[in-house]
């Protein structure tokens, strides 16, 4: 069964500061690993979407890499804003869509 | 414009009662989710659909149901046998079925049964 994995489960960092995401699953048979950012109260917004041929996308400031192989897959940050504050979840795509438990990020003026 | 919408946004239930939420996208996908989000939890998988008139249990199934007889219309029956129903609930779509395709979600219905 496949399990996602995120940590650290929050974290606090100064505004500027770049910063990593990370994210692991058990089964490495999968067609692809999304990001999403979800603000309180509010449905999920899609980041990024690796597909399993590839191993990294990039979007402005966000940079998602995917190492099947190893289980792993992170997102970067670049240069991190107030606004970025919230919750980041990713999900593996396989036969069924499974997320981790997401990451509470908090950025600090 | 195309998206998913999810209706009604907040919903109040007597225990003991069956209530169904609304989830229509126009955006032609095939596969339909329904997910449920506790406090604090990532988004647990209820069921899903991969095509019209077919469905699987995802996770956890139990005191739902479910129908697909429109591509656009997925909706979820929350009922009296679902012992812990308060839960923010979301319903996304994808083009392409198991789970090949990008994931778009609805903005959620927050049921709370007094």
């Known amino acids: 069964k496949q399990e996602v994995t995120q940590i650290p489960a929050a974290l606090s960092v100064p505004e500027g500061e770049n910063l990593v995401l990370n994210c692991s699953f058990t089964?490495?048979?999968?067609?692809?690993l999304q990001w999403f950012r979800q603000d309180p109260g509010k449905g999920l917004t899609s980041l990024l979407l690796?597909?399993?041929?590839?191993r990294e996308q990039t979007s402005g400031r966000l940079n998602a890499s995917l190492d099947k192989s190893s289980g792993r897959s992170t997102l970067y940050i670049a240069a991190s804003q107030p606004g970025d504050s919230a919750t980041y979840l990713c999900?593996?795509?396989?036969?069924?869509?499974?997320f981790g438990k997401g990451t509470r990020l908090h950025i600090l003026p | 414009d195309g998206g998913i919408t999810q209706s009604p946004k907040y919903l109040f239930r007597k225990e003991g009662q069956n209530v169904t939420l609304s989830c229509e996208q126009n955006?032609?996908?095939?596969?339909m989710y329904w997910y449920r989000q506790d406090p604090g939890q990532g988004l647990r998988l209820i069921y899903y659909?991969?095509?019209?008139?077919?469905?699987q249990k995802g996770d956890i199934a139990e005191g739902y149901s479910v129908s697909r007889e429109k591509k656009e219309s997925f909706p979820l029956t929350v009922t009296s046998a679902q012992k812990n129903p308060t839960a923010f609930y979301l319903c996304?779509?994808?083009?392409?079925?198991?789970?090949?395709?990008?994931?778009?979600f609805g903005e959620g219905s927050r049921l709370t049964v007094l």
């Open positions: 955006l032609n996908h095939d596969a």
């Open positions: 659909s991969q095509i019209v008139n077919d469905f």
């Open positions: 996304a779509s994808s083009m392409y079925s198991r789970g090949t395709g990008e994931l778009f």
């Open positions: 690796i597909q399993s041929s590839q």
């Open positions: 999900a593996v795509g396989d036969d069924k869509i499974i």
């Open positions: 089964d490495s048979a999968i067609y692809n």
